[in-house]
């Protein structure tokens, strides 16, 4: 009987095993990808060995490449490697957060898409007076879904858009922002107002933030 039980324990571990890479002390467990190692922690975890999925409830925490995602709840599809987060999503990565209902994440494309309504706030550094300062400025960009190629180089906003950076409060159908080259782009029913409450209308506008220059395409008169 004793020869029995283990027998069927040996082969659990060995379904099991290639789902889990191994429990760590701060976390429910390690999972190894091509992209690296995501760090799971959450107080209820469940695995389907058929399906090969993971569904964590409660504090669930993240940890992937540079960014700490949190949540109340999600689901690793590791056959498909993505995942699923939902109910109050925030994800923060250096001093740059995004806050959501819902994010999906595809970990083999590092591809991120959030919806259901979407707060962001990226920093963009530049250059001080002094020798050797840096000044820091938060972009703050609402919209109904925001997705993410690349992890961070490149984001797309699109429906409801509102962008606030220094003096400019900006308003759109969809904004793209390239933050390799520090070029944000907006489209669709562009509105541009400044503090001043000066403001334009057009149907697109690009703002290079290392160079502090706003174009404006097909700009409508007051």
């Given at each position: 009987?004793?020869?029995?039980?283990?027998?069927?324990?040996?082969?659990?571990?060995?379904?099991?095993?290639?789902?889990?890479?191994?429990?760590?002390?701060?976390?429910?467990?390690?999972?190894?990808?091509?992209?690296?190692?995501?760090?799971?922690?959450?107080?209820?975890?469940?695995?389907?060995?058929?399906?090969?999925?993971?569904?964590?409830?409660?504090?669930?925490?993240?940890?992937?490449?540079?960014?700490?995602?949190?949540?109340?709840?999600?689901?690793?599809?590791?056959?498909?490697?993505?995942?699923?987060?939902?109910?109050?999503?925030?994800?923060?990565?250096?001093?740059?957060?995004?806050?959501?209902?819902?994010?999906?994440?595809?970990?083999?494309?590092?591809?991120?898409?959030?919806?259901?309504?979407?707060?962001a706030t990226y920093y963009h550094v530049e250059e001080g007076e002094g020798e050797g300062e840096e000044e820091t400025h938060p972009i703050n960009i609402w919209a109904d879904t925001i997705e993410i190629w690349n992890l961070e180089e490149e984001l797309q906003a699109r429906d409801n858009v509102k962008v606030v950076y220094q003096e400019f409060t900006l308003t759109a159908d969809e904004a793209f922002m390239d933050q390799k080259?520090?070029?944000?782009?907006?489209?669709?029913?562009?509105?541009?107002?400044?503090?001043?409450?000066?403001?334009?209308?057009?149907?697109?506008?690009?703002?290079?933030?290392?160079?502090?220059?706003?174009?404006?395409?097909?700009?409508?008169?007051?």
């Amino acid at each position: 009987m004793k020869e029995k039980v283990f027998l069927i324990f040996f082969i659990l571990l060995l379904v099991i095993a290639p789902a889990v890479a191994g429990e760590e002390e701060n976390g429910v467990l390690d999972l190894n990808n091509e992209n690296g190692v995501i760090n799971i922690d959450a107080d209820d975890y469940f695995i389907s060995l058929k399906d090969r999925v993971h569904i964590l409830t409660g504090s669930v925490k993240v940890l992937f490449q540079d960014m700490v995602i949190t949540s109340e709840k999600a689901e690793y599809n590791e056959l498909e490697e993505e995942i699923l987060f939902e109910e109050d999503v925030l994800v923060v990565q250096g001093e740059n957060q995004i806050k959501s209902p819902r994010m999906w994440l595809d970990v083999a494309q590092e591809h991120i898409i959030f919806s259901d309504g979407v707060e962001a706030t990226y920093y963009h550094v530049e250059e001080g007076e002094g020798e050797g300062e840096e000044e820091t400025h938060p972009i703050n960009i609402w919209a109904d879904t925001i997705e993410i190629w690349n992890l961070e180089e490149e984001l797309q906003a699109r429906d409801n858009v509102k962008v606030v950076y220094q003096e400019f409060t900006l308003t759109a159908d969809e904004a793209f922002m390239d933050q390799k080259n520090n070029i944000l782009t907006i489209s669709g029913n562009v509105y541009v107002e400044r503090d001043d409450g000066s403001w334009f209308k057009c149907e697109k506008a690009v703002y290079d933030l290392e160079k502090e220059t706003l174009k404006a395409y097909r700009i409508e008169s007051e």
